[in-house]
């Protein structure tokens, strides 16, 4: 080998470890600290229909708290399989909760349009900061976080949900 190919190799394989590096330490969901959890449970959110809640309201049940948008086709994508999983799971104390970072009306529109069968709060862009507490370094969606019925945070989720590995998550606990 020449010495530029031996530069570009050496360049390739520097930047792969970097970009590895960065997308699993840097970008990867972190967990949070107690008083962002705190602050999650205490954080009075609007439902479509202007009632506020809290997720404290939910207080010893195991929580899955899915942070996502209508305009989000990894979000919209989970949907389905969220509503299956809850209404599988309402009787082993699971109570999902959507948080939307969009407008009232586009989530009204979007949990009357898909059948949304468990609540969906409505954030705006407060959202984005609660996930970032909770770990989303990112900022993206769609985001979850899982808590046990005490209340602790058990794991995190960045992107599209992987059902399988979700539902032995909620086995373990």
Not at 23 to 34: K, S
Not at 61 to 69: D, H, P
Request: hydrophobic share 45%; with cysteine; glycine share 6%.
């Amino acid at each position: 080998m020449n010495k530029k190919t031996s530069l570009f190799i050496a360049i390739a394989l520097l930047s792969s470890a970097v970009g590895i590096y960065v997308g699993t330490q840097v970008l990867a969901p972190t967990m949070p600290a107690d008083p962002a959890v705190a602050r999650l449970m205490q954080t009075r959110l609007p439902d479509a229909e202007n009632q506020l809640h809290q997720l404290s309201d939910w207080k010893g049940k195991v929580l899955l708290v899915n942070f996502w948008a209508p305009w989000c086709p990894p979000c919209v994508a989970e949907m389905p399989e969220l509503v299956e999983l809850q209404k599988e799971m309402a009787q082993k104390n699971l109570q999902i909760v959507g948080v939307g970072i969009d407008s009232p009306s586009n989530i009204k529109q979007f949990s009357e349009k898909h059948h949304i069968s468990f609540p969906l709060l409505i954030a705006g862009m407060q959202g984005t900061e609660l996930s970032r507490e909770l770990g989303n370094q990112a900022g993206g969606l769609p985001f979850t976080v899982l808590l046990d019925a005490a209340g602790q945070v058990r794991r995190t989720y960045l992107g599209k949900l992987n059902m399988d590995q979700l539902r032995s998550d909620l086995a373990a606990l």
